[in-house]
């Protein structure tokens, strides 16, 4: 019944065919994660860099990530009235504990020796922080952001109940209609493309992040501690041929 509905042409044409939900849906979510990123990634970076706030920002992100989802939708909706605006609020709100949390552990994540060694060359603050300490925070920056997206896939198919549009309708609608291989289609449909930004998002996170980065994180994870030093080593040096090269 899910794959007759999900292959019938007349769910792929029109106003509420499924090229355009799943439009809609990708834009709801491109435009959160920006937005999301643009607030987070900034104010972990200072954070972590100078030290200045690190308990109110763990704290106040994991009080964010303990908001209801659609408590939350439903509470801006309120306030903020109908609209395409309060919606992308909530779905901003919601994505910028990942991506504030990533940002922070991954500057607090850098090896203190590596930056003291940055700092005996000369290196200013602002050079530590983006020659060292940012590309150090690569992994976990990134998959603050992959956990970010995830979040606002899922999120969009539930303010589909505020007026959203997105794949999220057929959900909402299904359920209206007692119309169960359409649900089912939706759910299946908002699944798939949580499933598909992941693994780009994956792949964009192997291409940027340098090897001995991903050696280091691996190491901190399950390896011997002479590949976190190998992945450490790295950074150093490149650092090193940086600041020689300028």
């Known amino acids: 019944m899910t794959l007759s509905w999900l292959f019938d042409p007349a769910h792929w044409s029109g106003t509420d065919g499924i090229p355009v939900r799943l439009l809609q849906h990708l834009r709801y979510t491109l435009v959160a994660a920006l937005a999301a990123t643009a607030v987070a990634v900034p104010l972990g970076l200072f954070v972590g860099h100078t030290g200045r706030g690190g308990v109110l920002v763990v704290g106040g992100s994991n009080a964010m990530r303990a908001l209801p989802t659609l408590g939350l939708v439903t509470f801006l909706f309120l306030v903020l009235g109908s609209g395409e605006v309060s919606a992308l609020v909530a779905l901003t709100v919601l994505a910028v504990p990942p991506v504030l949390a990533g940002t922070y ?142």
Not at 119 to 146: D, K, Y
């Open 105 to 246: 552990a991954g500057i607090q994540d850098t090896d203190a020796g590596v930056v003291d060694a940055a700092r005996g060359m000369g290196m200013t603050g602002w050079q530590r922080l983006w020659r060292v300490e940012l590309p150090n925070a690569l992994p976990l920056l990134l998959g603050g952001v992959r956990n970010a997206v995830l979040q606002v896939v899922a999120t969009t198919a539930v303010a589909a109940y505020v007026g959203l549009g997105g794949l999220g309708r057929f959900l909402l609608d299904g359920l209206r209609a007692f119309d169960y291989p359409k649900m089912v289609a939706g759910a299946v449909l908002v699944a798939a493309l949580a499933m598909v930004l992941d693994l780009l998002l994956a792949l964009l996170q192997r291409a940027v992040v340098p090897r001995g980065l991903r050696l280091a994180a691996r190491g901190r994870g399950r390896g011997p501690a002479r590949v976190v030093e190998r992945g450490r080593t790295e950074v150093a040096a490149d650092a090193a041929m940086r600041e020689g090269t300028e």
